[in-house]
């Protein structure tokens, strides 16, 4: 069993930056990987980036590529979200998922384990 806590979100002006943290319980969490989703209202929830539990490779939806980076701190059991230059049409509801599996997956019904959510508003 994991519990994720996601924190960090806030309100910000477009291109600023925000660093969004996920704490995981449990001592298994190197073998985890993680993902960032996100979902706006009236939208379906997306990917946005994720780290493979082996190697820490991460990899980006398009929308992220260039201004998102993901990173994980296995002896903190912490995974973060670091956002920059950001846009009005980033603010969502930004999740926290977990999957026991090496590789990064880009569909959320993949995930086993879900943080509550943390809102992102970003003001043009």
């Known amino acids: 069993q994991v519990q994720l806590v996601e924190s960090g979100g806030g309100l910000v002006q477009a291109g600023g930056s925000l660093r969004l943290s996920c704490a995981a319980s449990?001592?298994?969490?190197?073998?985890?990987?993680m993902a960032w989703f996100r979902q706006a209202p009236g939208k379906e929830r997306e990917f946005v980036g994720g780290i493979r539990s082996g190697d820490s490779t991460t990899y980006y939806a398009d929308s992220a590529k260039g201004r998102f980076t993901i990173s994980r701190d296995n002896a903190k059991n912490t995974v973060h979200l670091q956002m920059n230059s950001l846009k009005p049409e980033d603010t969502a509801v930004y999740y926290c998922?977990?999957?026991?599996?090496?590789?990064?997956?880009?569909?959320?019904?993949?995930?086993?384990?879900w943080g509550q959510g943390t809102q992102v508003t970003v003001s043009s």
């Open positions: 449990g001592r298994t969490f190197s073998n985890y990987a």
């Open positions: 998922a977990a999957a026991r599996t090496y590789n990064v997956l880009v569909t959320a019904s993949r995930y086993t384990y």
